[in-house]
């Protein structure tokens, strides 16, 4: 599966950004797809997962109430609706397709990586 983040770019604090994650190769209603972000000098964190019907969800507590996931499987992409945006979400977001049982935030069971898209929040 080949992943293709995009929809980043600038944004002032209070807006809205919506991400998209496009795949190819593979029909991604096969995975459970999750968005990960890695802010500048810190580790890369979870934030959000979708299963692979989009009944399901779950979001960390730094974005719950304020981001939300979405999937279309018909077109192949999975969405990040991003509202009441904060400096602190200013990061590079990457989506990934997960094959494995566990934990939603560990990186090692998410087999397939976008190449991530930049969000910066201006104060």
């Known amino acids: 599966v080949q992943l293709q983040a995009s929809g980043g770019g600038l944004v002032q604090a209070g807006g809205s950004l919506r991400l998209s994650c496009a795949a190819s190769?593979?029909?991604?209603?096969?995975?459970?797809m999750g968005w990960f972000r890695q802010a500048p000098g810190k580790e890369r964190e979870f934030i959000t997962i979708i299963s692979r019907s989009g009944v399901s969800t779950y979001y960390a507590e730094s974005v719950k109430g304020r981001f939300t996931i979405s999937r279309d499987n018909a077109k192949n992409t999975v969405f990040l609706q991003m509202n009441s945006l904060k400096p602190e979400d200013t990061a590079v977001y990457y989506c990934?397709?997960?094959?494995?049982?566990?934990?939603?935030?560990?990186?090692?069971?998410?087999?397939?990586w976008g190449q991530g898209t930049l969000v910066t929040v201006s104060s």
């Open positions: 990934a397709a997960r094959t494995g049982d566990g934990a939603y935030d560990v990186e090692s069971l998410y087999d397939y």
């Open positions: 190769g593979r029909a991604i209603g096969n995975y459970p």
